[in-house]
């Protein structure tokens, strides 16, 4: 059993809820990284890799109020200049 802290309220996950969500959040983010890979050139597709840390920080500030810290702003913008430096 596993004890988490959601928006203040606590839930406890029992069983294989751990295991099926992350089965079902591996068929729905590989699908579209499949169709992805098989439309863009690789280089622009293997980005997936730097984006997708920016977006959990991004939902856990809006969905748990989670706090950032100055190290993390920073991590973000390094990452997004990085990917607009590199399409231009």
């Given at each position: 059993m596993s004890t988490f802290l959601i928006g203040g309220f606590t839930s406890e996950l029992?069983?294989?809820s751990i295991g099926w969500c992350s089965r079902a959040?591996?068929?729905i983010?590989?699908?579209p990284y499949m169709v992805?890979?098989?439309r863009a050139p690789a280089a622009l597709?293997?980005?997936y890799t730097f984006v997708n840390p920016v977006i959990a920080m991004l939902?856990?500030?809006w969905i748990a109020n989670a706090a950032v810290t100055?190290?993390?702003c920073y991590a973000v913008a390094v990452v997004l200049l990085m990917?607009?430096?590199r399409r231009g």
């Open positions: 029992r069983g294989g959040g591996l068929l983010a590989f699908n992805l890979l098989a597709a293997a980005s939902l856990g500030v100055r190290f993390e990917l607009f430096k």
